[in-house]
């Protein structure tokens, strides 16, 4: 006990290490170099001891403390040799030895060499090394703790039991209590792992969500860079070919205008030269030679005249129209480019379902065209075939976006759209855009929307956004039209559904 005493003692208040080269302030208190240099370094001009707290005006001197240094040395181990982790036997003063066990009754930790010579009754329990004895022990009795009460849920001892505050409630014994409240901590484990399972479950399904949410931007980044690229290089083309039939324009005009300058500047030379003519006979005194001179009749100037009232052909002007449609017509086809790219989505492949094709809807050997005949043919009976006119996809769609291309060129009345599987007779919710006669109509079981709609244009888009409840149709003119927008929640696997209405055929596009 004396040992653990003094190695107390000799411990620095700052690192709670033996000192090494201790020092003492003014005030009596001691310290390692290093650690009082480093704590007054933090205090820049107000210096203080961190234990007393006392002030000093200027930097503290500091004095070796020889003795104390002589003292602690003995408690330091061996030069070259580790310092061992853990506790340290109490009674091994000259070197820290590791201790193996603890005494409760003696609260001294002990090395194998001690642990020989303990006393060996049973009032001295052994326990793993621990630097926390006192809590081994009654805080009021100060015997060892050797019952648990379940009632107040501490630890007592004998005379808390027999005297203390604890008389007559139903107590346990460590070990009991110990192994009770372990199963209980088991099965709270066990609900623990579970919930921390099915964390792990939602954190490696996120990280999946999110890995392929990170492919799926790659993607449509690669897909909109490629497009970007593409655009820009067509632009340019339809600026070197637009700026080459302006060039070509103002070429042609140019040489017309400079072949009409080229004639009128021969004319203005030969008339300043019978104009010099005339103004030397006019500077003439011989009146015989003036009135005799065969260039100089009376219809001399008829023919300049003709010459100078002759109307040249119109030189005309750059044809700013011919321009426009040029541009209007190369930026279409651009335009017409980029519809292709209108979901930035690869167009689902569909195929019609045989098996769920009315008996009177003829399918073609590729499985993607439905026309109509008048005579049922020989099918087998299926639950899930429509009983007339009708056809549906071979695939279902129950999440994602999904686009597929329809062409109705060949249909005068059609119907089509996205719609749940027929069952056992019962016909089920659908989706679908349909031309009836001159109307366009967008039907939802009994809602019917009228739609303004260009018939000369027989292609379209169906577009699928499955967990946004979403439906839209689109016309493939110049540029693409936006029909209408079905919203709704959608609760089985849709199916593309194709109606036919005459022999032509309605045919699904990929």
């Given at each position: 006990m004396a040992s653990a005493d003094l190695r107390d003692e000799l411990k620095c208040s700052i690192c709670l290490n033996i000192y090494t080269d201790p020092v003492t302030l003014r005030c009596g208190h001691n310290f390692c170099l290093k650690c009082i240099d480093r704590v007054l370094d933090s205090q820049w001009n107000s210096y203080?001891?961190?234990?007393?707290?006392?002030?000093?005006?200027?930097?503290?001197?500091?004095?070796?403390?020889v003795t104390l240094k002589s003292i602690a040395n003995h408690f330091q181990p061996p030069p070259g040799q580790k310092k061992k982790a853990g506790v340290i036997c109490t009674y091994c003063l000259h070197c820290p030895v590791p201790a193996v066990k603890s005494c409760v009754l003696c609260e001294a930790s002990l090395c194998e060499r001690h642990l020989k010579v303990h006393n060996k009754s049973s009032e001295h329990v052994l326990i793993k090394p621990t630097t926390s004895l006192q809590n081994r022990k009654c805080s009021n009795h100060k015997k060892i703790l050797e019952y648990f009460c379940p009632k107040d849920e501490v630890c007592i001892c004998v005379y808390c039991r027999v005297d203390g505050d604890h008389n007559g409630h139903q107590v346990q014994s460590l070990d009991e209590a110990s192994e009770e409240k372990k199963k209980k901590l088991t099965k709270v484990l066990e609900t623990l792992t579970s919930k921390k399972k099915k964390a792990e479950t939602k954190i490696?399904?996120?990280?999946?969500?999110?890995?392929?949410?990170?492919?799926k931007a790659a993607k449509i980044k690669g897909k909109v860079n490629a497009l970007i690229k593409d655009l820009r290089k067509q632009l340019e083309d339809v600026e070197r070919r637009v700026l080459s039939e302006i060039?070509?324009?103002?070429?042609?005009?140019?040489?017309?205008?400079l072949d009409q300058i080229q004639q009128l500047e021969i004319k203005k030379n030969h008339l300043s030269k019978k104009m010099g003519k005339i103004e030397e006979?006019?500077?003439?005194?011989?009146?015989?030679?003036?009135?005799?001179?065969?260039?100089?009749?009376?219809?001399?100037?008829q023919e300049d005249d003709d010459l100078c009232d002759q109307k040249f052909e119109d030189t005309g002007d750059l044809d700013e129209d011919?321009?426009?449609?040029?541009?209007?017509?190369?930026?279409?086809?651009?335009?017409?480019?980029?519809?292709?790219?209108l979901f930035l989505l690869d167009p689902v492949d569909l195929s019609l379902d045989v098996n769920m094709a009315a008996n009177n809807i003829c399918i073609s050997e590729d499985l993607k065209t439905a026309s109509l005949i008048y005579e049922d043919q020989d099918g087998a009976d299926c639950p899930e075939r429509f009983p007339e006119n009708k056809v549906l996809s071979t695939q279902s769609f129950s999440s994602g976006q999904h686009y597929w291309e329809v062409d109705t060129s060949k249909q005068e009345n059609w119907r089509f759209g996205a719609t749940y599987p027929y069952r056992n007779g019962v016909y089920r919710a659908s989706w679908t855009l349909r031309r009836n006669n001159?109307?366009?109509?967008?039907?939802?079981?009994?809602?019917?929307?009228c739609l303004s709609c260009n018939f000369c244009c027989q292609?379209?888009?169906?577009?699928?956004?499955?967990?946004?409840?979403?439906?839209?149709?689109?016309?493939?003119?110049?540029?693409?039209?936006?029909?209408?927008?079905?919203?709704?929640?959608?609760?089985?696997?849709?199916?593309?559904?194709?109606?036919?209405?005459?022999?032509?055929?309605?045919?699904?596009?990929?």
């Open positions: 203080s001891c961190p234990d007393c707290r006392q002030m000093f005006n200027h930097r503290p001197t500091f004095y070796r403390n490696q399904n996120l990280q999946e969500r999110l890995k392929k949410e990170k492919g060039s070509g324009q103002e070429k042609q005009v140019s040489v017309f205008i006979l006019c500077k003439m005194t011989d009146h015989i030679t003036v009135l005799q001179d065969p260039k100089c009749q009376n219809n001399w100037g011919l321009i426009k449609k040029t541009i209007h017509q190369q930026v279409s086809d651009v335009t017409s480019h980029v519809n292709s790219w001159y109307q366009c109509l967008a039907v939802h079981e009994s809602n019917v929307v292609k379209f888009w169906v577009y699928l956004d499955y967990e946004a409840g979403q439906l839209s149709f689109y016309q493939l003119g110049d540029p693409v039209r936006h029909l209408h927008t079905f919203t709704a929640t959608f609760t089985e696997p849709l199916y593309a559904v194709f109606w036919s209405d005459s022999a032509d055929w309605i045919k699904s596009k990929s």
